[in-house]
C-alpha cells in the first residue's frame, strides 16, 4: 500500500505538489491523469524518493520512504519511463536481468527468470534474449522495459508515461498487456498519462492533478458520472464524457429483468455498454437478451441512455 499524507513540493517557492493526500490500495491501478506541469511526475518520481518532500510523507507498506534507504526503496519498485533507459550495448536478456544481477541472484535462476518475463510480454525468449536494443522496434523496447521492471519481482509498478514515444496501434497493444500483466500479478501500479482515455482505459482509480492539487480521485466510472470541478468535467471531454462512460460500465450494470421480452440476439453480462450498444446499432435492434445466471434480463436502449451524465 503507498499512502500519501499532506505530501508538498515546492521549486523556488512555489508548490508544484500542494498538500496531496491519497490512498493507494494494495493491487490497485492508479493513473496519474492531468495537463503538462500538473505534478504527475513529480508525485511519481517523489513515490521512490528520487525527489524528496518539503512537507508530509509518503508510506510505503508501512516505512517513511525519507527515512529508509533510498537505493533499496527504489529496488522495491519497478520504474518504467517513456523513453525505456535500456542499455544500448547490452542484449535484451542483460537488460532485463540488470536487477537480479545486482541483488547477485544465481545464474540459473537468472536466466530462468528473463526467458519467463519475455515471455510474458509476448517476446519469443530465443527469438529476442540476444538482441541489442537497436535491433527492436519502439514497441519492443518499451516491452524489454516493463520486462526489466518486473524482473526482481517488485511490491509495485511506477510507470511514467510509458506509451507515450508509441504510434496508437503499438500503444494499444501495450496498454492491453499492462493490463493482462495487472490482472495475472496483481501488483500494484502508479502510471502518469497526459491521455484520458488511457487513464479511463488502465485505472482501477483515476488520480486528477491540476496545478500541484489532487482534485479527484476516484473510479473512472465515477470520474466520468460524477466530475468534482469543472476542469474534470473538461478534461474528460464535457458531453463525451457520456461515451467514455459506456466503455467502463457493464451490461450487468443496467441490466432489467426480461418480463416476457425474448430478444433474438444475446450478449453476456460482463460485457460493456459499449459493446451492447455498437450490437444494437449493427443488428437494428432495440433489445439484447442478457447471458449470464440467474432469472432472464435484457438490455434495452433505454437503459443504456439511462444513467449517463
Ligand atoms: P507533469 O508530469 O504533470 O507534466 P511535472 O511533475 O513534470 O508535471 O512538473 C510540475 C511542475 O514542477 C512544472 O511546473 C515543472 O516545471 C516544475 N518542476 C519539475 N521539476 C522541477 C525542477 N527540478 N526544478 C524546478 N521546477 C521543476
Not at 44 to 51: F, P
Request: hydrophobic content about 50%.
Amino acid at each position: 500500500m503507498i499512502r500519501f499524507e499532506n505530501v508538498t513540493k515546492r521549486y523556488n517557492g512555489t508548490a508544484v505538489i500542494d498538500d496531496v493526500s491519497m490512498v493507494v490500495e494494495s493491487g490497485a491501478f492508479v493513473t496519474l491523469v492531468g495537463p503538462s506541469g500538473a505534478g504527475k511526475s513529480t508525485l511519481l518520481r517523489m513515490t521512490n524518493a528520487l525527489v524528496r518532500c518539503d512537507g508530509g510523507r509518503i508510506l510505503f507498506d508501512d516505512d517513511d520512504v525519507a527515512k529508509v534507504d533510498p537505493v533499496a526503496l527504489r529496488r522495491r519498485f519497478g520504474y518504467v519511463i517513456q523513453s525505456t533507459g535500456l542499455f544500448p550495448h547490452w542484449t535484451v536478456a542483460r537488460n532485463v536481468a540488470t536487477v537480479p544481477k545486482l541483488l547477485g541472484w544465481p545464474r540459473p535462476r537468472i536466466a530462468a527468470r528473463v526467458d519467463e518475463l519475455l515471455a510474458m510480454v509476448d517476446l519469443p525468449p530465443a527469438e529476442y534474449r540476444d538482441r541489442y536494443p537497436a535491433e527492436l522496434s519502439g514497441g519492443q523496447q518499451q516491452r524489454v522495459g516493463v520486462a526489466r521492471a518486473l524482473a526482481a519481482d517488485p511490491h509495485a509498478l511506477l510507470m511514467d508515461e510509458p506509451f507515450g514515444a508509441l504510434d496508437a496501434v503499438t500503444r494499444a497493444a501495450l496498454q492491453d498487456q499492462v493490463a493482462r500483466i495487472h490482472k495475472a500479478t496483481g501488483k500494484t501500479i502508479l502510471l502518469v498519462t497526459h491521455d484520458v482515455d488511457e487513464a479511463v482505459k488502465l485505472g482501477t482509480r483515476i488520480a486528477v492533478m491540476d496545478g500541484g492539487r489532487l482534485v479527484q480521485y476516484a473510479p473512472p466510472a465515477e470520474v466520468l458520472a460524477a466530475p468534482a470541478t469543472p476542469f474534470v468535467a473538461a478534461l474528460f471531454g464535457g458531453d463525451m464524457a457520456s461515451i467514455r462512460l459506456l466503455d467502463v460500465t457493464r451490461v450487468a450494470d443496467r441490466a432489467v429483468a426480461a418480463e416476457g421480452l425474448v430478444p433474438a440476439s444475446a450478449i453476456a453480462a460482463e460485457a460493456t455498454l459499449e459493446a451492447a450498444l455498437a450490437r444494437m446499432l449493427a443488428e437494428h435492434v432495440e433489445a439484447l437478451a442478457v447471458t449470464g445466471d440467474g432469472p432472464p434480463r435484457v438490455i434495452r436502449l433505454a437503459d443504456i441512455v439511462r444513467g449517463g451524465r
